[in-house]
């Protein structure tokens, strides 16, 4: 018997009740898995890593690498510099990468350990081979979320790896916290435009590589170091999620010169038509037929069936340039998004999402999904769009679910398929046309149920 009883909203500022987030090192070790041969290093406790490792293997149902300095009591009270450098001489001697990526966890930060320096001190020891790379980002997780530690892993390729050079006609894209399917399919469109461009970071082909029958610790995806160095000598960097990318295109404008063009994610007609305008601009390159056809077979498919969604109440919860993402995707549906939380904190969230969806709507930022239950519960919707986590309120409450974001534990395979451009578009709606339908068909009566189509 579901109880739809309201209740009363209790203001909580120091306990989180089902977070709607994960922690910094998860995002950058995400991050650092899509640099060519990296090896992601967590400077701390076993237990972050393997915490870390687990989450992105369930999500990916792939192994998601990472090594750890592996903190004992005596570091975590007195200081684990000694435990890094040996972290890194081993995993330099028996995993031999191009590049390793140190990201913190919370004792690391909160001990105050000077990873930058001690980073610095090694190569000047020539404890660092010629021709490999080690670049940091403090991740600690009292602050922010996963998404502020793929951003700021991503900031320090930019500002740690780039080199002033001979200009190379390229456009730098950061594709944002998003799955390996919708990296292929945003490099598929730049491609179709015949634009040359450094995608980073870059995991397709790490992600969801092919079955090949030989093991390759470093898989043939990643953006290699000599394109992440040449990142400084682009036209523009396109960076796809303010809250993702933009400071790493901020930092190359402003040590490089490299203009910083910041967009949403390419979730939805609109958004994905600013996307291709501002690759055409820099570039001056037509946006070809193939991709056009993809655009008029999305507005065919929302013309064809808009009564499947006019007026539908949605609530949508997960990380906030997807969610904005996918706000921008319903509003074009006709759909009214009347909850939505995001468990980042994230300045200028809430009035974004209101100028998309209207001030009537409830937006919190940063909120948690006992938030967004209690909200619900005041006032119903007909759909839930969000991660894995929001399958309990799903079910509590009775409503369709659409899984989208990170983690999706209780599902596969989301990482081969794209929900970024035209195409992404298209499947979203499907996957929302679909979960409206199967619960059309449950309730209908054995009379009417033939009529659902
Ligand atoms: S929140 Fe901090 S302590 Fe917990 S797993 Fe993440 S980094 Fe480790």
Not at 147 to 170: V, Y
Not at 377 to 383: A, C, H, I, Q, S
Not at 398 to 417: A, E, K, N, T
């Amino acid at each position: 018997m579901l109880d739809h009883t309201p209740v009363e909203f209790v203001e909580r500022e120091v306990l989180t009740i089902n977070p709607a987030k994960t922690c910094q090192p998860i995002g950058a070790a995400w991050a650092a898995l899509g640099i060519h041969g990296c090896m992601p290093l967590g400077h701390g406790s076993q237990g972050c890593i393997s915490y870390l490792r687990m989450q992105l293997s369930r999500h990916l149902r792939e192994p998601a690498v990472s090594a750890t300095s592996s903190f004992s009591e005596a570091s975590a009270v007195f200081g684990g510099i000694g435990n890094l450098k040996q972290a890194v001489r081993n995993v330099l001697h028996i995993y031999k990468p191009k590049v390793i990526a140190v990201y913190t966890t919370c004792v690391a930060e909160t001990i105050g350990d000077d990873v930058g320096g001690t980073i610095k001190v090694m190569y000047e020891e020539g404890d660092i081979p010629e021709g490999v790379k080690v670049i940091h980002a403090a991740t600690p997780s009292y602050r922010g979320s996963h998404i502020w530690g793929f951003s700021n892993m991503t900031a320090a390729m930019a500002t740690q790896l780039a080199r002033k050079g001979s200009p190379n006609g390229k456009v730098n894209l950061i594709p944002g916290f998003v799955e390996p399917g919708d990296v292929r399919e945003i490099k598929r469109i730049v491609g179709a435009m015949g634009v040359p461009a450094i995608t980073f970071p870059d995991v397709s082909d790490v992600l969801d590589t092919p079955m090949t029958n030989e093991y390759r610790l470093y898989p043939k995806g990643g953006t290699r170091v000599d394109e992440l160095i040449d990142t400084a000598n682009s036209l523009a960097t396109v960076a796809l999620g303010r809250y993702t990318s933009k400071d790493a295109a901020v930092r190359l404008e402003n040590e490089f010169g490299v203009p910083a063009k910041v967009l949403p994610l390419p979730i939805g007609i609109k958004n994905t038509d600013l996307f291709l305008m501002a690759i055409k601009e820099i570039t001056g390159k037509e946006i070809p037929e193939e991709v056009e056809d993809d655009r008029g077979r999305l507005v065919d498919m929302l013309g064809d069936i808009n009564y499947h969604f006019h007026g539908k109440k949605v609530a949508v919860h997960g990380d906030p340039d997807t969610v904005l993402g996918i706000l921008s995707l319903l509003a074009e549906m006709g759909m009214e998004p009347v909850h939505v939380v995001t468990g980042t904190p994230a300045d200028g969230f809430v009035e974004e999402a209101k100028r998309i969806i209207g001030e009537d709507a409830n937006v919190k930022c940063p909120g948690d999904l006992f938030y967004l239950h209690q909200l619900i519960k005041n006032e119903p919707v007909d759909l839930l769009i969000g991660n894995t986590h929001g399958k309990y309120i799903a079910r509590a409450e009775d409503i369709p679910f659409v899984r989208i974001g990170f983690p999706i534990l209780d599902r596969s395979y989301g990482q081969y398929f794209p929900i970024v451009g035209y195409l992404g578009g298209m499947r979203l709606v499907k996957m929302i046309d679909d979960a409206l339908l199967d619960r059309a068909d449950r309730d209908a009566s054995d009379e009417d149920v033939e009529l659902i189509m």
